[in-house]
T-cell receptor
Framework: SQQGEEDPQALSIQEGENATMNCSYKTSINNLQWYRQNSGRGLVHLILIRSNEREKHSGRLRVTLDTSKKSSSLLITASRAADTASYFC???????????FGQGTRLTINP | GAVVSQHPSRVICKSGTSVKIECRSLDFQATTMFWYRQFPKQSLMLMATSNEGSKATYEQGVEKDKFLINHASLTLSTLTVTSAHPEDSSFYICSGDRRTSTDTQYFGPGTRLTVL
C-alpha cells in the first residue's frame, strides 16, 4: 500500500491538554499536508509544509517535518472540544498530481 | 478559501440503478478534480484523477466502466456509479486543485451513497 501510517489510530485527552499525532510516509515528497475531518463531513485543509521546511505554525497548530525519517507530527495545543475530529496527513510527491493519505488519527477531546 | 460543493449530499437507491454525483468548484477553476471513496472509520482512497477535457485516470482496482467520470468544464466534474450494488455503499468525496496553485486540494462535503 502506498498509504502512510499515522499513530496513534485513536487518541482521547482532556480539554486543555496538548494532542500530538504522528505520520510516516514511504516515498520522497514535495510537500506534506494535514487535514481535519469531522464525522460524516468533508476534509478541511489545516496546514501545508514543504520538503525544505522543518517546522510550521498556524494558530494552535504546530507541524514538524523530518524528511530523513520520512515522518511528520501535528501538535494541537490547548485542545478544545471542537477539535474532536479525525486528522489525516497527506503527501504529494514531486511532479505528482495526487495526494496519498495516511490512515488517520481519531482525536476525542473530553470536556 | 476555495469552496467545493457536492450534490446530492445523501442518496439512497435500489440495487441495479445508476447514481450521478456532481462536484462543483464554486469560486475557482479546478484544472484537476479527484474522486475519493471512504468507508466508515477508514481513510480516503483515491479512485480517479480527472483533468478537464480529457479522460480520467483510474487507480488500480477501480472499474472505469462502473465509475464513470466526466470533467466537462473547469468547475464541474461528475461521478456516475452504474448498476449500483450494496457493496458500492460508501462516502464519496471530490476535491479540486486550483488552476493557479496545485499545492492544496479543496474538498467537497461528501456524498453518502446507500444502495439497498
Amino acid at each position: 500500500s502506498q498509504q502512510g501510517e499515522e499513530d496513534p489510530q485513536a487518541l482521547s485527552i482532556q480539554e486543555g491538554e496538548n494532542a500530538t499525532m504522528n505520520c510516516s510516509y514511504k516515498t520522497s515528497i514535495n510537500n506534506l499536508q494535514w487535514y481535519r475531518q469531522n464525522s460524516g463531513r468533508g476534509l478541511v485543509h489545516l496546514i501545508l509544509i514543504r520538503s525544505n521546511e522543518r517546522e510550521k505554525h498556524s494558530g494552535r497548530l504546530r507541524v514538524t517535518l523530518d524528511t530523513s525519517k520520512k515522518s511528520s507530527s501535528l501538535l494541537i495545543t490547548a485542545s478544545r472540544a471542537a477539535d474532536t475530529a479525525s486528522y489525516f496527513c497527506a503527501t504529494r510527491s514531486q511532479g505528482a498530481q495526487k495526494l496519498v493519505f495516511g490512515q488517520g488519527t481519531r482525536l476525542t477531546i473530553n470536556p | 478559501g476555495a469552496v467545493v460543493s457536492q450534490h446530492p449530499s445523501r442518496v439512497i437507491c435500489k440495487s441495479g440503478t445508476s447514481v450521478k454525483i456532481e462536484c462543483r468548484s464554486l469560486d475557482f477553476q479546478a484544472t484537476t478534480m479527484f474522486w475519493y471513496r471512504q468507508f466508515p472509520k477508514q481513510s480516503l482512497m483515491l479512485m480517479a484523477t480527472s483533468n478537464e477535457g480529457s479522460k480520467a485516470t483510474y487507480e488500480q482496482g477501480v472499474e472505469k466502466d462502473k465509475f464513470l467520470i466526466n470533467h466537462a468544464s473547469l468547475t464541474l466534474s461528475t461521478l456516475t456509479v452504474t448498476s449500483a450494488h450494496p457493496e458500492d455503499s460508501s462516502f464519496y468525496i471530490c476535491s479540486g486543485d486550483r488552476r493557479t496553485s496545485t499545492d492544496t486540494q479543496y474538498f467537497g462535503p461528501g456524498t453518502r451513497l446507500t444502495v439497498l
